[in-house]
């Protein structure tokens, strides 16, 4: 499908500010871990896949590789540090398609199922956050409970469209946080140990945040990039 001016006008914008998140350190958040820094650069490449489809998003992660070489070949080699960014946009706009198209445009039995599951991921999620960050469990359990039947509440009350994004932008961040770390465990620079405890204590929070950034700014940015049409790859 040919792009339209809007669509790539957004495009520009969006690579434009995934080089300067990337390329001024901006997009990367300093930690003593041995992924060296968390990251906000997955933000604007998850929105690509949404908003753009999979080529485009594919495109801004490439971007994102590409800062994450000029920065971290010191800590690990390209092979680990590039696959994981481009495909970034490809499993965002992948899955934001597909669960877009499964639940419909109006709700029903799959929806409320999909929002339980989603309710359930995101209960997980926390709890193992606050369990990380060694918060008592019983108040663990509480919180993150609470967290789950709000998130439930808000896709009920909401439609299939911010379903999926929601669940494409889970799916995104876990592109790279789990395709990174995989390699970095295959090619012996670092052990599962110290993925594991990486994926916690980023990888999650990474995810959550990429919800709450992701699908309001991608709603907007649908509605005025592609109107009602639904781009596909």
Do not use: D
Not at 113 to 134: G, H
């Amino acid at each position: 499908m040919k792009l339209t001016t809007r669509e790539i006008t957004m495009a520009g914008i969006l690579g434009a500010i995934t080089i300067v998140l990337g390329f001024t350190y901006l997009g990367y958040i300093p930690l003593p871990t041995p992924a060296g820094a968390a990251t906000l650069m997955h933000i604007p490449v998850i929105i690509s896949g949404i908003v753009l489809g999979a080529k485009i998003g594919a495109l801004v992660g490439t971007i994102f590789g590409l800062s994450a070489i000029y920065y971290f070949t010191s800590i690990a080699p390209i092979w680990v540090l590039f696959p994981a960014r481009p495909l970034i946009g490809v499993f965002a706009a992948l899955s934001f398609n597909f669960f877009y198209k499964f639940l419909g445009k109006e709700k029903g039995k799959k929806y409320i199922f999909f929002s339980i599951i989603l309710s359930l991921i995101f209960f997980l999620m926390v709890f193992w956050v606050f369990r990380n960050y060694k918060i008592n469990i019983i108040l663990s359990i509480i919180l993150s409970f609470v967290i789950a039947v709000l998130i439930f509440y808000f896709l009920m009350k909401t439609n299939p469209l911010v379903a999926s994004m929601t669940f494409a932008s889970i799916i995104g961040s876990m592109t790279n946080t789990v395709i990174t770390l995989g390699l970095g465990v295959v090619f012996n620079i670092s052990n599962i140990q110290q993925a594991i405890y990486v994926g916690a204590v980023q990888g999650i929070p990474e995810a959550i945040l990429a919800v709450f950034v992701c699908v309001p700014i991608s709603i907007y940015l649908r509605r005025y990039v592609v109107g009602t049409t639904q781009r596909t790859i």
